[in-house]
Nanobody, 124 residues
Framework: QVQLVESGGGLVQPGGSLRLSCAASGRTFGRYAMGWFRQAPGMEREFVAAISWSGGSLYYGDPVKGRFTISRDNDKNTVDLQMNSLKPEDTAVYYC?????????????????WGQGTQVTVSS
């Protein structure tokens, strides 16, 4: 089992950057694929990015391709999401998720463990 805690959210102006971090407990972090999802008010949870256990495979949702970068450090039990060129439509609660599999997935239902979320607001 793994517990996840996100940090790094906040208020940023359009065009700005934020870096989200997710800290995971547990000795077997390296056996989990990790993902980031987001949910805006009144909207369904949306896939943002995912990374395989080794970091060798990366996946991104179409709205964030070319702007966001996911990475992980298995020694530190962390997974980060670097967000650049932020837009107002990126405003949402961002969730870190873990999947007990070496392979990442686009689907929220494939992830068994979730953090509490961190708010990202992009506004001038």
């Amino acid at each position: 089992q793994v517990q996840l805690v996100e940090s790094g959210g906040g208020l940023v102006q359009p065009g700005g950057s934020l870096r989200l971090s997710c800290a995971a407990s547990g000795r077997t972090f390296g056996r989990y694929a990790m993902g980031w999802f987001r949910q805006a008010p009144g909207m369904e949870r949306e896939f943002v990015a995912a990374i395989s256990w080794s970091g060798g495979s990366l996946y991104y949702g179409d709205p964030v391709k070319g702007r966001f970068t996911i990475s992980r450090d298995n020694d530190k039990n962390t997974v980060d999401l670097q967000m650049n060129s932020l837009k107002p439509e990126d405003t949402a609660v961002y969730y870190c998720a873990a999947r007990a599999s070496l392979s990442a997935s686009y689907y929220a239902t494939h992830y068994a463990y979730w953090g509490q979320g961190t708010q990202v607001t992009v506004s001038s």
